[in-house]
């Protein structure tokens, strides 16, 4: 969702200093903790989330996007490590509906593959019937482990993803096109 269906100012760095998770992905990094750290670490971090959140703005060619893939009967998941408050909010903004939307509330989190398979199996999909859409490095990994092949990053930092096995381009257009809708 983030970085590939909206963009959302999030100042990650600031928020792993805050929280101290010391390298760790932040959503695996709250979990380990006992509470009342947990409860008081997570509360922080949905502060940070809902202040972007207010900020954020549509991708350009999104809509369109996933107009045209529904258009040819395909189906749709979104899967986020963001909170089902945000999802929530960020789909009624911008008017977006997706056949699937699994949130960190499930349970499930990238950069493991189990959301992503979690979503197949809801859809009645195969991993050789999807293609995984994202704009990080988890979303590789998460689409790798779910063993879907075809992965596309959106990222204008082609550098950044030398070595996987994604497919980069720098906007929805460029990838439209690419898939030819």
């Not at 100042?11 to 200093?17: A, S």
């Not at 009967?73 to 009624?92: E, F, I, P, W």
């Not at 939307?101 to 999909?125: D, F, Q, T």
């Not at 879907?148 to 381009?169: H, P, Q, T, Y």
Request: overall charge neutral; glycine content about 6%; hydrophobic content about 40%.
């Amino acid at each position: 969702m983030d970085g590939t269906v909206v963009d959302v100012p999030y100042d990650w760095k600031k928020i792993k200093q805050e929280l101290h998770t010391g390298g760790t992905p932040i959503l695996s990094y709250i979990e380990s903790l006992d509470e009342p750290e947990k409860s008081m670490k997570r509360r922080r971090l949905e502060e940070f989330e809902r202040t972007a959140t207010l900020r954020a703005e549509i991708m350009p060619g999104i809509p369109e996007f996933l107009s045209s893939l529904k258009n040819r009967g395909g189906k749709t998941a979104l899967v986020t490590n963001n909170s089902r408050k945000n999802v929530d909010y960020l789909l009624h903004k911008f008017k977006l509906c997706f056949d699937v939307v699994l949130s960190r509330e499930c349970g499930l989190w990238k950069p493991s593959g189990a959301p992503l398979i979690a979503a197949m199996k809801k859809m009645n999909l195969s991993p050789r019937e999807c293609c995984a859409v994202g704009d990080s490095w988890f979303d590789i990994k998460a689409a790798s482990e779910a063993e879907i092949s075809r992965i596309f990053i959106l990222n204008a930092d082609r550098d950044e993803f030398i070595g996987s096995e994604a497919e980069i381009f720098s906007s929805v257009a460029e990838l439209r096109k690419h898939l030819g809708c």
